[in-house]
Each structure stands twice: as C-alpha cells, then as structure tokens.
Nanobody, 121 residues
Framework: QVQLVESGGGLVQTGDSLRLSCAASGRTFSSYGMGWFRQAPGKAREFVAGVNWSGSRTAYADSVKGRFAISSDNAKNTVYLQMHSLKPEDTAVYYC??????????????WGQGTQVTVSS
C-alpha cells in the first residue's frame, strides 16, 4: 500500500506560477512511475505528467508541454509539478498518482486526495 499526500494548490491569477508537491509513503516498486492527473468540472480525469523512478523518463500532456515540469526527489519520496504561465483552463483538481510498473501507458494504482488549483482570468 502506498499513501500519497499532496500540497501546494491554491487560487492564482492567469500567468502565475504554482508548485504542487506529493509526498509518498509505504512500499515502493522496482519500476514505478509517479505522476499527476487533473479533473476539471464536467470533464474526465486526464493525464498531465509523469516521471519514472530514475528520473530518466518524463511524459506530458500536449496541453501543458513547455509550461509544466515534473520532477522527483527520491531521498524525500516526493514528486513535484512546477506550473508556469497558468491559464484558466488549467483550473482543476490535481491528483498525484503512482503506477507501480510504468510500461507503455501510465496506469495509476494509487491516488492522492487531490488538491484544487484555481486560475482566475
């Protein structure tokens, strides 16, 4: 079992930056990935970004490429999502997730509680 605790959400204005953090505890896996999903009102939950255990592999949704950056600190068992140039369409609940064996597609096995990001126009 893996527990994920998120922080860093809040209310910001268009163009602002925000950094989300997700601290993981519990067991780890040999080829795990950590990532972020988001869900806006009335929309399906979508993949935002992912990073593998070594940091050698990252993936981003097209909508956030060049604006968001995912990183991890293995010593702290923490993954971050640095968000720049935020837009109102980035408004969503952001969820941290773990894929215990990230292969082709990031498929979460564990979820955080979610943190609200609201970007005002």
């Amino acid at each position: 079992q893996v527990q994920l605790v998120e922080s860093g959400g809040g209310l910001v204005q268009t163009g602002d930056s925000l950094r989300l953090s997700c601290a993981a505890s519990g067991r780890t896996f040999s080829s795990y990935g950590m990532g972020w999903f988001r869900q806006a009102p009335g929309k399906a939950r979508e993949f935002v970004a992912g990073v593998n255990w070594s940091g050698s592999r990252t993936a981003y949704a097209d909508s956030v490429k060049g604006r968001f950056a995912i990183s991890s600190d293995n010593a702290k068992n923490t993954v971050y999502l640095q968000m720049h140039s935020l837009k109102p369409e980035d408004t969503a609940v952001y969820y941290c997730a773990v894929d215990r064996n990230w292969g082709i597609r990031f498929t979460p096995n564990y979820w955080g509680q979610g943190t609200q990001v609201t970007v005002s126009s």
